[in-house]
């Protein structure tokens, strides 16, 4: 079903906003008023009728549709500058109100990396330009993500785009000197350093996860333990120095133990699992379809699993979407040369439905920790992942979970198509995205 629009007050924008009937995280239905840049009153279904009454007052019928806060993603590839070809912060930041994201924090290895104050907030400010959602860059740890010297950290902190987490995603800080001098030095602003976890010298021209699948295709395997070691050490490293690391897309089961190992002894290490780590196994790679290539790779049923129970208990915390557009050239080619990575803005919310709440492992209530309150709490990011409730932000997504459809990449406003769930059948849609009282999504479509 899709919301209704009836509008006294002209083109949509900021203004007062009055959504009928639908249900704040899955719980009972309520009327919620929208003045300016806040939500003004939640009340009762049916009390809040005549609320806004001689203002001009946008009414939507949310009858049926759950209300989340604004979604937040701890891990988006824009890939502006550089890779305009593959996305650019306008239509990555397009695809993410379609998926009902309000704020996005963008991976530094666009073309030149995220290393310097000058391009964080040259990223910063296109997202401002764009408008449809905050755009919050990661800064590079290392320069060039070279992974043998420092980036300017504490440069890119006190600029304008108020950088606090930090990575080289796409490389492992491999050297453990440098992890540990990058998680000293982040102390002292309330920084975060964001690993991708990944011992190269055991992945060398590794092309799938090791095990009966990579045996049986003859590419070469990406064993379990490259990315197991890199967390464990990283979170010896967090824990010697008192520090706060955040682990990138956890893949395996053990990394799953190692995690809830460190979390147990206090230390401040948080991670994320992505929605394809949650659904996908390697079993899809026996067609040698590169849609399915990812770093790191899809795992085993068991993995998925061992994921699934992790984000429940909260071990993991968050989803993290790891949207990594690439252009068609550089997918559709043989396996071994394509590139790594898969989209996943647009289809976020609907995966994590299907993975997680249709099993009965999360309840709406917890989506919206997983995928707003922790990781703006991880992004050290204010005005985000607020409760539904009065005085807070407008920052808010109504979804429509009665809602089934076949992933189209065609109709995504990503500017690549690499979706593993093509031709999927998925639950929910998106029917509206707010971001501070303004829409950017109305009935499932971008809000001029
Ligand atoms: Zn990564």
Request: hydrophobic letters at 45%.
């Amino acid at each position: 079903m899709s919301a209704a629009t009836s509008t006294a007050g002209g083109s949509p924008g900021q203004g007062t906003w009055l959504i009928r009937g639908a249900r704040p995280l899955g719980g009972t239905p309520a009327d919620i008023l929208i003045e300016g840049e806040s939500i003004a009153e939640v009340t009762p279904a049916g009390a809040g009728r005549d609320r806004g009454a001689g203002r001009p007052v946008t009414v939507l019928d949310g009858d049926g549709l759950i209300v989340l806060p604004g979604l937040v993603d701890l891990h988006t590839h824009l890939r502006e500058p550089g890779r305009e070809d593959a996305e650019t912060v306008a239509s990555g930041t397009a695809a993410a109100a379609l998926g009902g994201f309000t704020a996005v924090h963008a991976m530094a290895n666009t073309e030149p990396a995220a290393d310097t104050a000058g391009v964080v907030e040259q990223v910063w400010r296109l997202g401002v330009a764009a408008g449809y959602c905050d755009v919050r860059p990661v800064g590079a740890v290392t320069a060039g993500l070279a992974g043998t010297q420092l980036a300017e950290l504490g440069a890119m902190a006190d600029s304008a785009a108020r950088v606090r987490v930090f990575s080289d995603d796409g490389q492992c800080v491999a050297d453990a000197t440098l992890m540990r001098r990058a998680l000293e030095y982040v102390k002292a602003f309330d920084g975060v350093i964001a690993q991708h976890a990944q011992e190269p010298r055991l992945t060398k021209g590794a092309q799938l996860n090791e095990g009966v699948m990579s045996a049986r295709l003859g590419l070469a395997g990406w064993p379990a333990v490259a990315e197991e070691a890199i967390i464990a050490r990283d979170c010896l490293l967090a824990a010697h120095v008192g520090s706060a690391l955040h682990v990138c897309h956890v893949s395996t089961a053990g990394s799953v133990e190692i995690i809830r190992w460190a979390k147990s002894k206090g230390w401040q290490v948080t991670a994320e699992v992505t929605p394809h780590h949650l659904l996908l196994t390697d079993d899809l790679a026996a067609g040698y379809d590169p849609v399915y290539k990812v770093n790191p790779p899809l795992r085993t049923a068991a993995d998925v699993a061992a994921l699934r129970a992790g984000l429940a208990d909260g071990t993991i915390d968050c989803v993290a979407t790891d949207h990594a557009p690439h252009p068609v050239e550089s997918k559709e080619t043989e396996w071994a040369e394509a590139a790594f990575g898969m989209t996943g803005l647009e289809t976020a919310l609907r995966v994590v439905h299907e993975a997680m709440v249709n099993t009965g492992l999360l309840d709406w209530s917890c989506v919206a920790d997983r995928m707003s309150a922790r990781p703006a709490a991880i992004g050290r990011l204010t005005g985000h992942g607020r409760p539904v409730a009065p005085g807070e932000p407008a920052s808010i997504v109504l979804y429509d979970p009665a809602a089934v459809a076949t992933v189209d990449p065609s109709a995504h406003a990503s500017r690549s198509r690499n979706t593993p769930f093509a031709g999927l059948k998925l639950p929910g849609q998106v029917v509206a995205t707010f971001l501070r009282g303004r829409p950017t999504v109305l009935d499932g479509k971008l809000a001029s």
